[in-house]
């Protein structure tokens, strides 16, 4: 018999994965810097906003708005307000507009595991050594679209990752 049920060992996978993209990408991060989380009310996304926020970069929380669900909005804003998150905003073209009318120094570095446009949104939304990881497609496009001129104005980079080729890069290096 498991020792943890089905739903315990679900959440195993997008912890880990939450865990390591933390590790391999924060390195050069230092307390208080300003970190964005797309698809921040997903399972990887929530263990995202915590653990940045434990480890005290100011977590801005991005998600999808839901016009007909405004009450399971809410309750995902509070919800991320919760864990740690500074702001909550919508995934939109305002996402750079909203940061700064609130003050907060651009991220130096966003996950996105959404893709597609949600990409060059949360692109557009970083200081000009920021980072993105991409780590899903919750929006349905296989491709992450950088703003045009990125390479020309902006000096960070773009990493995708992986949580299963990072497992089966050498399993023994990472036991």
């Known amino acids: 018999k498991l020792a943890m049920g089905a739903s315990q060992l679900a959440l195993a996978k997008p912890v880990a994965a939450a865990m390591r993209m933390v590790e ?3 390195e050069n991060l230092v307390e208080g810097d300003t970190v964005a989380v ?4 997903g399972v990887v996304g ?7 926020s ?21 309750l995902a804003r509070r919800r ?6 500074i702001k909550v905003m919508f995934d939109d073209d305002h996402i750079r507009s909203e940061i700064e009318s609130a003050k907060i120094v651009l991220p130096q570095l ?33 491709n992450q679209v950088l703003p045009s001129g990125w390479g020309k104005k902006y ?21």
């Open 24 to 26: 391999e990408h924060t």
């Open 38 to 41: 797309n698809c921040a009310n």
């Open 46 to 52: 929530r263990v995202l906003v915590q653990v940045l």
């Open 54 to 74: 434990l480890l005290k970069y100011k977590v801005i929380a991005v998600i999808r708005d839901h016009p007909d669900a405004r009450g399971d909005v809410d």
């Open 80 to 85: 991320l307000m919760d864990m740690g998150a």
């Open 110 to 142: 966003a996950f996105d595991g959404v893709g597609g446009d949600a990409t060059a949104r949360l692109a557009s939304a970083l200081s000009k050594t920021g980072d993105i990881v991409c780590f899903g497609t919750a929006g349905g496009s296989k």
């Open 155 to 175: 000096k960070g980079s773009l990493v995708q990752f992986s949580f299963d080729e990072w497992l089966a890069s050498d399993m023994a290096a990472n036991c």
